[in-house]
T-cell receptor, first 113, second 113 residues
Framework: DQQVKQNSPSLSVQEGRISILNCDYT??????FLWYKKYPAEGPTFLIS?????DKNEDGRFTVFLNKSAKHLSLHIVPSQPGDSAVYFC????????????FGGGTRVLVKP | NAGVTQTPKFRILKIGQSMTLQCAQD?????MYWYRQDPGMGLKLIYY???????DKGEVPNGYNVSRSTTEDFPLRLELAAPSQTSVYFC????????????FGSGTRLTVV
């Protein structure tokens, strides 16, 4: 039972264009969502987060959108840069369950120069 | 400013052997976690701890044990290694659950043959 799903295993985008990563969840009790970025041979690093009481959070080139009714969130990277090439994980947590993170399977992004 | 340190980085075990994966953090975080990442998959929670002396099971605890005698250290013990435990193991810590994001170690790549 995969509660957090990233249906696109990979994404290729031209430098300077927008990257859109999608994530769907099934547990309506999730109240906090995060995106992590991972380079090979390194641990994931926190990128951006959003509370369930918001529908958008922006941090520089990164914007996360949350659609609670559709149980869907997305990460927009504008403009995409070659250094953004990495695996991106969507994660969700439920405060009542101790804030443990449940991760999606990841999306590998390749930004072409 | 080490963050979360995991040792060893790589290890090959024979079926039936045991080993301990070490994890130490120097940020005085109360919460610590162990995840495993199988090839092409997301991270799955093995065990977690909300403070010294307190541990609890995650999604995939079978075949593993943990202890938390100090705030800094959270070792993961594998007893009777099996090929199914071949994975990359990540330790993480956070000051107060996922609201503040986790800090991950760089991982331990374990192969059981």
């Amino acid at each position: 039972d995969q509660q957090v799903k990233q249906n696109s295993p990979s994404l290729s985008v031209q430098e300077g264009r927008i990257s859109i990563l999608n994530c769907d969840y099934t547990n309506s009790m999730f109240d906090y969502f995060l995106w992590y970025k991972k380079y090979p041979a390194e641990g994931p690093t926190f990128l951006i987060s959003i509370s369930s009481i918001k529908d958008k959070n922006e941090d520089g080139r990164f914007t996360v959108f949350l659609n609670k009714s559709a149980k869907h969130l997305s990460l927009h990277i504008v403009p995409s840069q070659p250094g953004d090439s990495a695996v991106y994980f969507c994660a969700a947590s439920e405060k009542a369950a101790g804030n443990k993170l449940t991760f999606g399977g990841g999306t590998r992004v390749l930004v072409k120069p | 400013n080490a963050g979360v340190t995991q040792t060893p980085k790589f290890r090959i075990l024979k079926i039936g052997q045991s080993m301990t994966l070490q994890c130490a953090q120097d940020m005085n975080h109360n919460y610590m976690y162990w995840y495993r990442q199988d090839p092409g998959m997301g991270l799955k929670l093995i065990y977690y701890s909300v403070g010294a002396g307190i541990t609890d099971k995650g999604e995939v605890p079978n075949g593993y044990n943990v202890s938390r005698s100090t705030t800094e250290d959270f070792p993961l013990r594998l007893e009777l290694a099996a090929p199914s435990q071949t994975s990359v193991y990540f330790c993480a810590s956070s000051p107060q659950g996922s609201l503040y994001g986790y800090t991950f170690g760089s991982g331990t790549r374990l192969t059981v043959v």
